[in-house]
């Protein structure tokens, strides 16, 4: 069995007390809060089964590690998506899902960004996001936080070698566009209906030479005003949700995750 980590917020807990109650092992809330959000967090707690411990909010702080714990935290079993990122898309074809949708972040290291991405990406109904092992934030209890859930429904695969991955991508028919600056196309004369991995480098650096030169295509984001490139959490949800608003606008809903 895998060694306990630490969720905290009334999100990253919630989630987890709805898709696997089971891998908790203890609850610690804040007595002093009384809210109806605590209330109502608890009452979800009990009907779980879980163990409630009273604690105070600084016993929360350092369990969790962060003062922005909202008075919750739990001690969980880590719970794995065991499948490859193979395995997952054999399932989405057996599944019928004809057109997936894939998030590849090249070099973001700060949580609080991949935690971002990962909202948006549960909220665009991407089916996986995909990070190398090296220069890449891996999930940790404020990824989840930040997250607000995703980070346990969103598949999130650090890959060894990125440029290899993609290409073999490529061989299943998936589309990898790459995000630059400097791209002759911008996102919106781009067709993101088909089978595509949308693809975004750490701010400031981008992507990396080897990422960008696996690309089938390159697309830039308009910037109309003075400042010259979006945060990547950002710049996810301006790429996610036109590839979403594209698919809606065919009659292709997102499709259900496997």
């Known amino acids: 069995m895998s060694s306990p980590k630490v969720l905290f917020g009334f999100?990253?807990?919630?989630?987890?007390?709805?898709?696997?109650?089971?891998?908790i092992i203890e609850v610690y809330f804040e007595a002093s809060r009384r809210d109806a959000r605590m209330r109502q967090f608890l009452d979800r707690a009990k009907e779980a089964g879980v163990r409630l411990i009273e604690a105070d909010s600084l016993r929360i702080a350092k369990l969790a590690?962060?003062?922005?714990?909202?008075?919750?935290?739990?001690?969980?079993?880590?719970?794995?998506?065991?499948?490859?990122?193979?395995?997952?898309?054999?399932?989405?074809?057996?599944?019928?899902v004809k057109a997936p949708l894939l998030l590849v972040l090249d070099g973001v290291t700060d949580p609080h960004n991949l935690g971002a991405c990962l909202r948006v990406a549960d909220g665009a109904g991407v089916h996986a996001v995909i990070a190398p092992k090296d220069h890449a934030a891996g999930i940790n209890a404020t990824v989840a936080k930040v997250a607000s859930g995703?980070?346990?429904?969103?598949?999130?695969?650090?890959?060894?070698?990125?440029a290899r991955t993609l290409n073999e991508l490529k061989d299943r028919g998936i589309w990898i566009i790459g995000t630059s600056g400097d791209a002759d196309k911008h996102l919106y004369q781009m067709d993101l209906t088909g089978p595509t991995a949308l693809v975004l480098g750490a701010e400031g650096d981008g992507m990396r030479q080897l990422t960008r030169k696996t690309c089938d295509a390159l697309v830039s984001i308009p910037m109309q005003g003075a400042v010259e490139s979006l945060n990547v959490s950002v710049a996810s949800g301006v790429c996610l949700y036109e590839a979403l608003r594209q698919r809606l606008g065919q009659g292709i809903a997102a499709a259900p995750k496997v």
């Open 11 to 23: 999100h990253a807990v919630g989630v987890r007390l709805k898709t696997a109650p089971k891998s």
């Open 65 to 96: 590690g962060s003062h922005g714990h909202q008075g919750v935290a739990a001690r969980v079993e880590e719970v794995k998506d065991t499948r490859t990122l193979d395995e997952l898309l054999d399932d989405l074809e057996e599944a019928g």
């Open 150 to 162: 995703a980070a346990e429904t969103v598949p999130y695969f650090m890959v060894t070698n990125l």
